[in-house]
């Protein structure tokens, strides 16, 4: 099982950003997914999460700006960013519970967003 994401890159300030994260292999179900971030000398931060029921759940410093979702039939999640701000720049990583031939906590590779003008 691979968890591959996408879609980041250089924003302005205001600007959004989709990011996608996608699981393949051999997948029976996936549980909760979710988006951390992580900038340079800063701890990892939990941005969004998604139940395999579509129940959110997000960070404050994201509430209202980011939305996370999930298509199931595609075994994808997606993080849509709106109104970025500089302090929303930094490797957005992917994660997610998968039931393959065992029950395990999957990593994706990031992908960098970095918001500048």
């Known amino acids: 099982v691979q968890l591959q994401a996408s879609g980041g890159g250089l924003v302005q300030p205001g600007g959004s950003l989709t990011l996608a994260c996608v699981a393949s292999g051999t997948i029976f179900s996936i549980n909760t997914m979710r988006w951390y971030r992580q900038a340079p000398g800063k701890q990892r931060e939990l941005v969004a999460v998604i139940s395999s029921g579509g129940a959110t759940n997000y960070a404050n410093s994201v509430k209202d700006r980011f939305t996370i979702s999930r298509d199931n039939a595609k075994n994808t999640m997606y993080l849509h960013m709106n109104s970025l701000k500089p302090e929303d720049s930094a490797v957005y990583l992917c994660?997610?519970?998968?039931?393959?031939?065992?029950?395990?906590?999957?990593w994706g590779q990031g992908t960098q967003v970095t918001v500048s003008s």
């Open positions: 994660n997610a519970e998968i039931r393959t031939h065992y029950t395990g906590n999957f």
